[in-house]
């Protein structure tokens, strides 16, 4: 489907959520509390079925933490991009979706270790690159004298 | 001796247990410092947890503080043996977002350096993978003939490895007159070397026996964990960014992607093989071509993105690369992600690997060509 | 015959000579042999971690050869190595296992730093949050090679000044040594 397409079945499925064309291309942001299902439905209907995660990013902004999900359809080649923000920074929860696409449970323990938000539900939430008592390093506020050298 | 027999034939006799050895940091056979935490029940491998992290460089908070044509540098060092293709996917995504097009003598040499890229790359991988299954001879033939084309790259580049030689708008120097000379004779050298390496390695019969069936991944295990590269390609995926996706002067070229539908570790060999075969061809269709021009556009010295989010996409030898950049208007990114192929790659390796040998597990790893700078960022 | 460099100088000290007794001559052609022989079969250990592990295995390849000068074989077990080249840089993660391996390794034990990462921190030294700057705050370095990365020869000229330094060690000490002040000539008292 092209995005004017894309646009209109997304605003006709998902009432709830925001549809915008972005740069390259469709944005829809959704609430955590419907991340999960808005996901199985992507991927499970027949006009969309999204079934390749390309990419999880975590963003750190102001007022709470976004994640950012690249998602692809290997049937029909279309692309989008799924947008959730959490309710705020101090205690960021989120549902995990590895249901829905196995790859993304290793993606969450790096969003996990390096911006510290929480996945429910997630069956093996660890670390993986830093050690346990290291701080969150991709927030915009993590301060570390000993280690960084400031240009 | 039959009272001997007796007891090793009844196993209720003698009492087992799981074990778990470690596949340390430091290992010849990881390719990098890759841990490997592996339950084993005899020689039988129930599970395999990889632990990650020795490499780690913070090389993506290091960007927030860097300017655009600054962050290339840094991309070289992720996965060195595709270096000009992490550096021209930075330098794409910079200028698509801000929608200038270069000319097109800059998208020939981009894309005709990018395939030199990924035949040296596949050559250190069989010669890598040879020295691992136990054939030394692959190590001195690989690599002799990788020297022929950091030779080419040295008298263009400078540098053998770390190239840096992409910026957003172009490329740094331009091209010398006797490049097309050079790099036809080696496709002409290199034509008739390549059946050597099949001669040694992909008839042997110890290496089929080794690697036919060995770590079969069905192809919507493939998708589910989005491996892709020659690695996903074996089992079906067709991934190849540079067919759905073209940039630079693939629209130009005509070229097979190569599939395989058994998914385990020889077709992902087959796959590889076929891939230099491949960028050979592509070579010989563009090198004769090279249309006269500017080698990079006249940029301003401080590059600022208008707001927004940004993904540029590109086929590195290992897979799907993808650079998402959120700018929000300064001169320095505010967010930038690698999504690097092989940290998908690796995490399928404990579906492949349940239930064979260790001397398979070595196998696989091999084949699933991991750089853990690449993995670790 | 050397002369002992004292640390707490005090003003109007003198230096302290130390002698050999008798025999220095079959020594120092003793410790000829066995340094001879030592540098000329260096066993590195296979270690790299990053870009710079290339340009090592380029020294094993047909064209850059360092079969020919004895380091072709490349031990992976610490315990059997006598060098360990360090071709990559090093994390807070991976730092004490670095000084393990080292430990485990059998004396006389070098070690080379290959490359700016190892040296100060290269590429990584300003923002970097989790590269140590300079593998010499884990483990004495004796010889240093720039480059990002140092191309084969330079790789292979840093490990002839590592020869030279290992033809100019002392093996072997006489029984006890003497010591014997010397007073200066032109001390007034």
């Known amino acids: 489907m092209t995005n004017e397409e894309l646009i209109e079945y997304l605003i006709q499925q998902f009432p709830e959520a925001t549809v915008v064309q972005g740069t390259q291309f469709v944005e829809m942001t959704v609430m955590p509390e419907s991340l999960l299902e808005s996901a199985q439905k992507l991927k499970s209907a027949n006009e969309t079925s999204f079934d390749y995660l390309i990419c999880l990013t975590g963003v750190d902004y102001p007022e709470s933490i976004g994640i950012v999900y690249h998602i692809e359809s290997t049937k029909l080649g279309h692309a989008m991009v799924l947008k959730v923000k959490t309710a705020n920074r101090e205690e960021p929860v989120i549902e995990t979706l590895t249901p829905v696409w196995q790859g993304a449970k290793y993606h969450e323990r790096e969003v996990f270790d390096l911006l510290g938000v929480k996945f429910n539900n997630h069956t093996d939430l660890r670390r993986l690159f830093l050690e346990d008592d290291w701080g969150f390093p991709l927030r915009k506020d993590y301060v570390d004298d000993v280690r960084i050298i400031e240009r | 001796m039959s009272e001997i027999k007796e007891i090793f034939i009844t196993s209720d006799k003698i009492k087992t247990d799981d074990y778990v050895i470690n596949m340390g940091p430091q290992h010849p056979s990881t390719h990098g410092v890759l841990r490997l935490l592996i339950k084993l029940e005899g020689e039988i491998v129930l599970n395999v947890e990889p632990h990650i992290g020795y490499i780690h460089s913070g090389i993506e908070k290091m960007c927030e503080s860097l300017a655009y044509n600054q962050i290339v540098h840094l991309t070289d060092r992720m996965d060195y043996l595709s270096a000009h293709m992490n550096n021209e996917a930075v330098c794409l995504c910079v200028e698509n977002a801000l929608q200038i097009e270069v000319p097109d003598r800059v998208k020939y040499i ?264 690449d993995i670790d960022r | 015959m050397g002369i002992m460099y004292k640390t707490n100088y005090k003003v109007n000290d003198y230096p302290v000579i130390e002698t050999y007794e008798g025999g220095s001559i079959i020594l120092t052609q003793l410790d000829a042999i066995v ?155």
């Open chain 2, 110 to 373: 981009r894309t005709i350096m990018d395939e030199l890229m990924r035949i040296s790359s596949h050559q250190l991988w069989w010669s890598a993978y040879g020295m691992d299954m136990g054939a030394t001879t692959c190590f001195f033939y690989g690599l002799r003939d990788r020297e022929y084309i950091l030779d080419i790259f040295e008298d263009t580049f400078g540098a053998r490895l770390t190239l840096n030689y992409n910026t957003p708008g172009g490329v740094m120097f331009d091209i010398k007159p006797d490049f097309q000379k050079k790099v036809k004779d080696f496709i002409k050298y290199f034509r008739n070397k390549l059946p050597e390496y099949d001669q040694l390695l992909s008839g042997n019969i110890i290496f089929t026996e080794r690697t036919k069936g060995v770590g079969i991944l069905s192809l919507e295990d493939t998708i589910a964990y989005g491996v892709t590269g020659p690695s996903g390609r074996a089992a079906g995926f067709s991934c190849d960014v540079r067919k759905h996706h073209p940039y630079s002067a693939y629209p130009f070229v005509k070229f097979e992607e190569m599939l395989d539908t058994t998914g385990d570790t020889y077709a992902r060999y087959t796959c590889r093989i076929r891939e230099m075969w491949e960028s050979m061809n592509i070579i010989e269709q563009l090198i004769d071509n090279i249309p006269e021009g500017d080698y990079a556009l006249k940029m301003k010295g401080v590059v600022k993105l208008p707001e927004g989010q940004y993904y540029q996409r590109v086929e590195t030898s290992k897979g799907d690369f993808g650079v998402f950049i959120e700018s929000d208007g300064k001169k320095n990114p505010y967010r930038v992600k690698f999504r690097s192929p092989g940290f998908s790659n690796m995490f399928a390796l404990n579906k492949m690997a349940k239930g064979l040998k260790i001397a398979d597990l070595v196998a696989i790893m091999g084949a699933l060509d991991l750089v853990m700078p």
């Open chain 3, 35 to 189: 340094n001879w022989a030592r540098s000329n079969s260096i066993w590195p250990l296979t270690f790299g971690t990053r870009c710079c592990a290339m340009e090592l295995m380029a020294i094993g390849a047909p064209r850059h050869d360092f079969a020919r000068f004895g380091f072709e074989v490349a031990r992976a077990s610490p315990r059997q190595a006598d060098l360990i080249i360090l071709a990559g840089s090093i994390n807070y993660k991976m730092a004490p296992v670095l000084k393990r391996l080292y430990d485990q390794m059998a004396e006389p034990k070098y070690v080379i730093a290959m490359g700016a990462c190892t040296i100060s921190g290269g590429p990584f030294f300003y923002n970097s949050y989790t590269i140590v700057k300079g593998a010499d705050h884990i483990v004495p370095v004796d010889v240093y090679i720039p480059g990002c990365p140092p191309r084969p020869e330079a790789l292979l000229f840093g490990i002839f000044q590592l020869q030279k330094k290992i033809r100019h060690e002392k093996n072997f000490k006489s029984k006890k040594m003497k010591l014997v002040d010397v007073k200066p000539v032109f001390d007034k008292k």
